[in-house]
């Protein structure tokens, strides 16, 4: 799978959005975009994932970039229990067969 | 929602001792984990298997096996447990169909002394 780089912490307030940046250049056309989320002391927890076309769910927004080199994770309201490692993995589907390969992720702080 | 239930929060246990980590989920999940995480590390996979009786080495088997008897049950085993193997355990299972969407457990510390 290829590489991702991530920033290693941020901070952002409550109740304000923040964009976690992703950057994948080595990504191959059958690559998806994945983030986990590891909250203190809980194991990661799937977030959202998506292939070329920006992703909404409950939980936060994806956009990834036209050429998919890089993307962002976006939460639209920060709260404290946003803080968290937040990873960003790419997945060649039906090659990775769930093994999913953890980088060091971005630690978030979240300031009331 | 899914559950993936482990054993123990915290454990704690001597140099050469064997040692078992178990590991259930409740959704009927073909695909199970078992990854160890360690500061400046990040996650990684220990052994993983897509069915009962079937397991594949991850990236550090080395010291550990597992066991698979029933489809919602994976065990981690370490043989003769070592300090170096002090980490916390993390178990995860996700459907063949979706198998990149993983749902973890709340770990396990383990402290080797």
């Known amino acids: 799978d290829a590489k991702t780089t991530q920033p290693n912490s941020m901070e952002s307030n409550e109740e304000e959005p923040v964009h976690l940046p992703c950057n994948h250049s080595?990504?191959?056309?059958?690559?998806?975009i994945h983030w986990y989320r590891q909250l203190p002391s809980q194991g990661p927890e799937y977030v959202i994932h998506g292939l070329t076309s920006n992703v909404n769910n409950r939980m936060a927004s994806l956009a990834i970039a036209e050429d998919r080199k890089s993307s962002t994770l976006i939460l639209h309201r920060a709260t404290l229990r946003d803080a968290a490692v937040y990873y960003c993995i790419l997945i060649n589907y039906g090659g990775s067969q769930g093994n999913l390969i953890f980088g060091k992720g971005t630690k978030l702080s979240v300031k009331p | 929602d899914v559950k993936v239930t482990q054993s123990s929060r915290y454990l704690v246990k001597r140099t050469g001792e064997k040692v078992f980590l178990e590991c259930v989920q409740d959704?009927?999940?073909?695909?199970m984990f078992w990854y160890r995480q360690d500061p400046g590390l990040g996650l990684r996979l220990i052994y993983f298997s897509y069915d009962v009786k079937m397991k594949e080495k991850g990236d550090i088997p080395e010291g550990y096996s597992v066991s698979r008897e029933k489809k919602e049950r994976f065990s981690l085993i370490l043989e003769s447990a070592s300090t170096n193997q002090t980490s916390m355990y993390l178990c995860?299972?996700?459907?063949?169909?979706?198998?990149?969407?993983?749902?973890f457990g709340s770990g396990t510390q383990l402290s080797v002394l």
């Open positions: 995860a299972s996700s459907l063949v169909q979706d198998s990149e969407k993983l749902f």
């Open positions: 080595t990504i191959s056309g059958t690559d998806y």
């Open positions: 959704m009927d999940h073909e695909n």
